[in-house]
């Protein structure tokens, strides 16, 4: 889960979640082998690594696939792991996990924090894995491991992928380019989780868009510098970048239906050096977010007629809009998702709960955009009697990307090992 959802989402997700919610389902199909996963996951904890340099943690993955008897591909896409398992005729269903860590300090004080650093555009980082993608590379690993113990149930092909860089946005690109679609079976489906701060033994999903696209914004006005005390002789950027700014929200209070979702945010703004100086140039960078692409398009083209707008009222140049980095919502194909909302319903009765939608982003989004039906889901991973506390008024329980997030592994690993084998056996059914 790549840019955090704001506070107010996790609050709402929190809430979301039956405050009884408490151990998984009976029935687990992990048994004995849970011991094995807690410690990949330890692992994996001690020694993240940050986008495309999760060599360890891929060829860990690497070595764990083969000995489940996987046809295993390494460094796709740069540090990407492509694991297949064929099984006579059928479908090709596609787990997804991702490999990276972010470069942060771990504060978690667990016996097996992290300690990694790392060098990232040639600064020195400390590494921690906050946004819990171990939780996922050892539910990955144990779903493998119980699809292929129950190899006589199912029939079809098993796509497992460890994608690096997610957190980067360029590491599901980075595979599509390298052949994932073309060099392998290309999936039916595609399944993936998340773990969040919510209770764990839960399971959250929504249908259609679950999590936002993305676009980033940047924005450069022209003026015409000169002396503080003289604006007459000046084109003032400064001016033109405020307006720019306020003007902007009226973009999604006037244009964008209320009905749906958008966001446009501007989080940085730079120009001038002197409170006597009129700049020559002042530059921003934003952030817009949304579910449909109607709606992306009627926030962009806003954004830019509002921009050369505010130039033109102060008689400066156009300016430069540039819009980079694209990322679509992560949309959950709406019959595959009710048929799998079925499924987890089944294994987990009332522990399931629909999401409501999460502004955050992901680039799982680029399989579906590649036309792969896709169900992304969450499950919980805090202890329900402080996600309980905090819905009561008490402390927070912190989430992804804080430097406490802690999900306790036992028994959230179990639970995604769980959901996964349960979704893939469905999909897979002989
Ligand atoms: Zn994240
Ligand atoms: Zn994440």
Same mark, same amino acid.
């Given at each position: 889960m790549r840019r955090l959802p704001p506070?107010?989402?996790?609050v709402l997700a929190l809430l979301a979640v039956p405050a009884h919610a408490a151990a998984p389902a009976a029935g687990t199909v992990l048994a004995a082998d849970y011991p094995r996963l807690q410690a990949l996951y330890e692992d994996m904890h001690r020694n993240p690594e940050t986008?495309?340099?999760?060599t360890r943690t891929a060829a860990r993955l690497a070595r764990e696939m083969r000995a489940l008897g996987f046809e295993v591909t390494e460094h796709l896409g740069g540090t990407g792991v492509v694991a297949v398992y064929r099984n006579g005729p059928g479908p090709a269903v596609m787990v997804r996990t991702e490999l990276?860590?972010?470069p942060m300090a771990e504060k978690t004080g667990l016996a097996y924090a992290s300690k990694a650093v790392a060098t990232v555009d040639g600064v020195r980082t400390p590494v921690a894995h906050a946004c819990g993608h171990d939780i996922h590379m050892a539910a990955w690993v144990g779903a493998a491991q119980a699809l292929v113990a129950r190899k006589d149930q199912w029939s079809g092909v098993l796509v497992f992928v460890a994608q690096p860089d997610e957190e980067g946005d360029r590491g599901a690109r980075a595979m599509l380019a390298d052949g994932l679609f073309t060099r392998f079976p290309k999936p039916d489906y595609a399944l993936a989780l998340h773990v969040t701060p919510a209770a764990y033994g839960t399971i959250g999903y929504r249908a259609g868009p679950a999590m936002a696209a993305s676009d980033t914004l940047e924005i450069v006005f022209h003026g015409r510098g000169g002396h503080g005390a003289a604006p007459q002789l000046t084109i003032d950027p400064i001016m033109v970048a405020a307006r720019f700014v306020v003007d902007l929200q009226a973009v999604l209070g006037r244009e964008k239906d209320p009905s749906e979702f958008g966001v446009i945010s501007i989080g940085a703004?730079?120009?001038g050096s002197a409170g006597n100086i009129i700049p020559d140039t002042v530059s921003l960078v934003g952030t817009v977010r949304s579910y449909s692409p109607a709606v992306r398009d009627v926030?962009?083209?806003?954004v830019e007629r509002t921009a050369r707008a505010s130039a033109d009222m102060a008689g400066a140049q156009?300016?430069?809009? +540039?819009?980079?980095? &694209?990322?679509?919502?992560v949309v959950n194909d709406v019959a595959l998702t +009710?048929?799998?909302? &079925?499924?987890?319903?089944?294994?987990?009765g009332d522990r399931v709960s629909v999401n409501p939608p999460i502004t955050g982003s992901e680039d799982f989004s680029e399989?579906?955009?590649?036309g792969v039906r896709s169900f992304y889901f969450t499950i919980g991973g805090a202890d329900p009697a402080r996600v309980a506390a905090a819905a009561a008024g008490g402390a927070p329980v912190p989430g992804n990307h804080s430097p406490l997030f802690a999900p306790t592994p036992e028994p959230t690993i179990r639970t995604g090992v769980e959901a996964m084998t349960r979704l893939a056996l469905d999909l897979l059914r002989r």
């Open positions: 506070a107010a989402s996790l986008g495309f340099q999760e990276d860590g972010l703004i730079h120009g926030l962009i083209r806003g156009a300016p430069q809009v +540039t819009v980079r980095d &694209g990322l679509g919502p +009710t048929r799998l909302a &079925g499924v987890l319903t089944a294994a987990f399989y579906g955009k590649a």
